[in-house]
């Protein structure tokens, strides 16, 4: 069975402090990807990666930047904490291929920032 | 325009109905396809992948129609256990985004 984990599932940090959300996959995947989800607007990307030391912006990257140094490792930093910040975030994995693999998710990080 | 659309719902129907939905996507050059199911408060699972032929697993099934951009998801003798939340997803040819409809509501009555 495919285990993609979280560091936290909870997690409270104050306006302006840095944030770091780690995930780890154990299926040896060359995907890896961070999601928010927010009600109304579904899942958007943050960011992914294809490779070791290797990543692209997704669709709202702002405000966020990631570390990819070991294949089964995936982070997600947020720089400076703001309220708008405040998400679910969804960590996911997946092999490459053409048609596209599914992806499987993390049991997710709930974020406040207050 | 969205990348994906779907009726966020609710849905809601009693035990032992059928019930479908629609999802469009806007990029032709889409590829992939794949409803996924996400129970309150949880992560989203994948529930089948959808092929150009159609595809069936047990009570549900999945359609494509490329020429009008929408997939779909039939469900047979609906039970409680599949109240949740159902996301579409699709993915462009050659990248490896995926892009998500914000969900369709399923609520089952006894």
């Known amino acids: 069975d495919v285990k993609v984990t979280q560091s936290s599932r909870y997690l409270v940090k104050r306006t302006g402090e840095k944030v770091f959300l780690e995930c780890v996959q154990d299926?040896?995947?060359?995907?890896m990807f961070w999601y928010r989800q927010d009600p109304g607007l579904g899942l958007r990307l943050i960011y992914f990666?294809?490779?070791?030391?290797?990543?692209e912006k997704g669709d709202i990257p702002e405000g966020y930047s990631v570390s990819r140094e070991k294949k089964e490792r995936f982070s997600l930093i947020l720089e400076s904490a703001s309220t708008n910040q405040t998400s679910m975030y969804l960590c996911?994995?997946?092999?490459?291929?053409?048609?596209?693999?599914?992806?499987?998710f993390g049991p997710g990080t709930r974020l406040t920032v207050t | 325009r969205k990348e994906v659309e779907q009726d966020p719902g609710p849905f809601n129907v009693p035990e032992g109905a059928t019930v479908a939905f629609n999802c469009t996507y806007s990029?032709?050059?889409?590829?992939?396809f794949f409803w996924y199911r996400q129970d309150c408060r949880k992560e989203p699972k994948l529930l089948m992948s959808?092929?150009?032929s159609g595809n069936e697993d047990g009570r549900f099934t999945a359609q494509l129609n490329r020429a009008s951009q929408y997939i779909s998801l039939l469900i047979r003798d609906s039970k409680l256990s599949d109240s949740a939340t159902y996301l579409c997803?699709?993915?462009?040819?050659?990248?490896?985004?995926?892009?998500f409809g914000s969900g369709t509501k399923l609520n089952v009555k006894p």
């Open positions: 996911a994995s997946s092999f490459t291929g053409v048609p596209s693999y599914e992806q499987y």
């Open positions: 299926m040896d995947h060359e995907n």
């Open positions: 990666s294809y490779d070791v030391k290797m990543k």
């Open positions: 990029n032709s050059a889409s590829q992939s």
């Open positions: 959808v092929y150009s």
């Open positions: 997803v699709v993915n462009r040819r050659n990248f490896n985004k995926f892009y």
